[in-house]
């Protein structure tokens, strides 16, 4: 089967001499959504450009459908886009932004109003559909914008943060209307967004980018459980990482609060490596000190730490708590209230943190991939 | 502002002022076009209210000692250069606008090889075309050589207007249109041009006034058919009656006008939007 959207070693250097792209390299089958998330700054709109046309390939190709499309020019190709700042015709109705699009691909005007009139029930655009841009709120404006560029039904839609500017309710159920037009159009959806929980929601995969590259291309569980590297192991969730030695490349590490053992080890690491262990908050059980301590070191197969605890948070039945362990370094604890034996912990009581090692990862160093 | 009332006082004053100085002249030109003729002449005090002169401008009087205005060729002439010179300078404007978009190499010198064309004394530049019209064998015409000065003149203005104007453009306007398939031909003229007609508008105006009284240019630059301002010039040096301050009336009456026009395009291409959105908000 041929790939929808194929980037092949794609570069972008701006013309001030700025690399803000390097080395994309990503395959998309057809009506998958595949959410691109990072930092400001890393690529993400960039990269987006260069699939729509707006932004010049400064090195690699991009093939839609097999086609290479480099030199096509953005209205040539079947790809639409959804602006950041939604960029709607401010002269234009609500209805005729939506129109526009088909008018200009040529179909009928009888045809035309019956398909946008559907994507305004949906969206819920149908009382607005004759003002125009500078009567509507944020919220309206972006439905507009996502109306206009589903509208056509391109291959590929593009789209930029779209739903940065929704208050939280409107954003879950703009949400939910999006991932459903989505799978019954099948379009291919390529999803910017800075929030990383909407990208877990949505997609079916997520690329994670740092400083104009790809650091993981994972499905959301994956992603969340085995993060590939420190960077996506940081920004991803709430883990707490430690440095140490690999003894074993099945999973054992070696590391300044003792060893741990049977923990999942990224493919590539070598015994005798130096490696970080990724640990999620959730994986990690807080238990009283003076707890038998025999018994939690057979409960987590020896991965235990002694930590103290910094402050207890609970938020109706979860707790959240962030300890030091030996030498100071902040770990964090997240779990529902009944788990482990931690009743009554308070602050600058010692604390044994017991890990479920199958849920933990371990890394290569940082050092490693700064200098790839 | 409010709490500082004296501050008020004096800003209001001052503004007072500057009209006043502003528009005395006009009005004083205005006063006495009104004298009495044929015998009135172009000074205080008026001898009795009449509007004499301005019948006088149309030939609707007997014929006296004072020769009608020669001024009808030339005001045609004026119009048609600042129409003309009006688009030409508009368009070249919009489209080197348009090209500093995206910075291309040579663009600061290109820019400041547009913007002298404002800037170097008129009768120096004038006296070039003349010379070198001369030189080269081509006859001085009001539709040729002070066609071209007059561009060269105006097209700098419009090309700074339009500047501005693409400046606060939002690029991605277009890229939304094109990427809905939309070619860019159609582009520029459907979203474009809608969203940057005021300046178009303001462009036109600039390139007009200035073309229609462009002096120190037009002076050595032209042949025999005279312009406005020249042919106005012209009769100074006869005698002054208080025909031509009708005449100034009645051009100052044109600019008027014009003004309007322009305001109300204006008003309608920018209030479009809004009231439109106002409407329906209370429909
Ligand atoms: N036109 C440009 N000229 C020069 N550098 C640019 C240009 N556009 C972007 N950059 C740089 O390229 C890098 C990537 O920018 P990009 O807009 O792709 O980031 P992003 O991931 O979309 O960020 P954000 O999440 O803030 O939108 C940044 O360092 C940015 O400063
Ligand atoms: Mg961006």
């Given amino acids: 089967m041929i790939a929808d959207l194929e980037l092949i070693g794609l570069r972008k250097t701006y013309p001030n001499g700025a690399t803000a792209v390097q080395d994309v ?108 841009e500078a009567g509507l709120s944020g919220g309206q404006r972006q439905r507009v914008a996502l109306a206009r560029g589903l509208v056509v039904e391109p291959q590929i839609l593009l789209l ?37 929980s909407e990208a877990l929601v949505l997609s079916d995969r997520i690329v994670v ?56 080890a990224n493919a590539l690491l070598r015994r005798g490596d130096a490696a970080q262990i990724v640990l999620p908050s959730e994986a990690l059980e807080p238990h009283r000190d003076g707890a038998d301590h025999d018994r939690l070191v057979a409960q987590y ?72 | 502002m409010e709490r500082q009332p004296i501050l008020r006082g004096l800003l209001t004053g001052w503004t007072a002022l500057f009209l006043v100085f502003l528009y005395s002249p006009m009005v004083v030109l205005a006063i006495l076009s009104f004298q009495s003729g044929p015998e009135g002449g172009p000074q205080f005090p008026i001898e009795h209210w009449s509007i004499y002169w301005y019948r006088q401008l149309f030939n609707l009087v007997p014929a006296s000692s004072v020769a009608p205005l020669p001024l009808g060729g030339a005001l045609l002439r004026s119009l048609a250069l600042a129409l003309t010179t ?70 700098p203005f419009s090309f700074l207007v339009m500047l501005a104007i693409f400046n606060r453009f939002d690029r991605s306007v277009e890229e939304a249109a094109w990427s809905l398939g939309v070619s860019p031909v159609t582009t520029f003229r459907r979203i474009t041009f809608p969203l940057i007609f005021p300046g178009v508008l303001s462009s036109m105006l600039f390139a007009f006034t200035l073309s229609y009284d462009e002096f120190p240019r037009t002076l050595f630059a032209s042949g025999g058919d005279l312009t406005l301002p020249l042919a106005i010039y012209g009769t100074f040096s006869v005698e002054i009656h208080p025909n031509l301050f009708a005449f100034g009336v009645l051009t100052t009456l044109f600019s008027f006008a014009l003004l309007a026009v322009y305001a109300t395009l204006m008003t309608l291409s920018v209030r479009r939007a809004r009231r439109v959105a106002v409407q329906e908000e209370i429909a």
């Fill in chain 1, 160 to 196: 930029d943060e779209p739903l940065g500017a929704l208050d939280a309710n409107l954003r879950r159920s703009i949400q939910n209307e999006l991932k459903l037009l989505q799978r019954t159009l099948g379009i291919t959806f390529i999803f910017v967004t800075h929030a990383q």
């Fill in chain 1, 25 to 132: 390299a990503l395959t998309v089958e057809q009506g998958e959504f595949v959410s691109l998330v990072g930092p400001s700054g890393c690529g993400k709109t960039t990269t987006l450009r260069m699939i729509a046309g707006f932004e010049s390939i400064t090195a690699g190709d991009v093939f839609i459908r097999g086609q290479r499309i480099n030199d096509m020019p953005p209205e040539k190709r079947p790809t639409s886009t959804i602006f950041q700042n939604f960029a709607l015709f401010p002269h234009m109705s609500v209805a005729r932004n939506i129109e526009y699009g088909l008018a200009a691909r040529g179909v009928k005007p009888a045809e035309r109003a019956e398909r946008s009139r559907r994507i305004m029930e949906k969206l819920d655009l149908l009382d607005i559909a004759d003002r125009r």
């Fill in chain 2, 86 to 155: 009006m688009v030409v300078s508009t368009v070249l404007g919009t489209m080197t606008a348009q090209a500093f978009r995206r910075h291309f190499r040579g663009s600061g010198v290109v820019f400041y090889l547009v913007v002298l064309g404002m800037m170097v004394p008129g009768v120096l530049v004038g006296l070039g075309m003349a010379l070198t019209a001369n030189y080269v064998g081509i006859d001085r015409t009001w539709w040729g050589t002070v066609f071209l000065v007059h561009v060269v003149y105006t097209y």
């Fill in chain 1, 301 to 372: 197969d020896g991965n235990v730490l002694s930590a103290r605890v910094l402050a207890v948070e609970v938020v109706a039945h979860t707790r959240l708590i962030r300890a030091a362990l030996a030498d100071g370094r902040e770990i964090l604890l997240e779990g529902h209230t009944g788990q482990g034996s931690a009743e009554g912990l308070a602050p600058g009581n010692p604390l044994l943190i017991g890990l479920r090692p199958e849920e933990a990862t371990i890394v290569a160093a940082e050092q490693q991939q700064g200098k790839k």
């Fill in chain 1, 209 to 264: 980018m740092n400083r104009g590259r790809i650091e993981q291309v994972s499905r959301p569980v994956d992603l969340y459980t085995r993060p590939q590297t420190p960077f996506v192991a940081r920004f991803i969730g709430r883990n707490t990482l430690v440095g140490g030695k690999l003894t074993d490349a099945s999973g054992s590490i070696e590391t300044p609060y003792g060893p741990m053992r049977g923990v999942v």
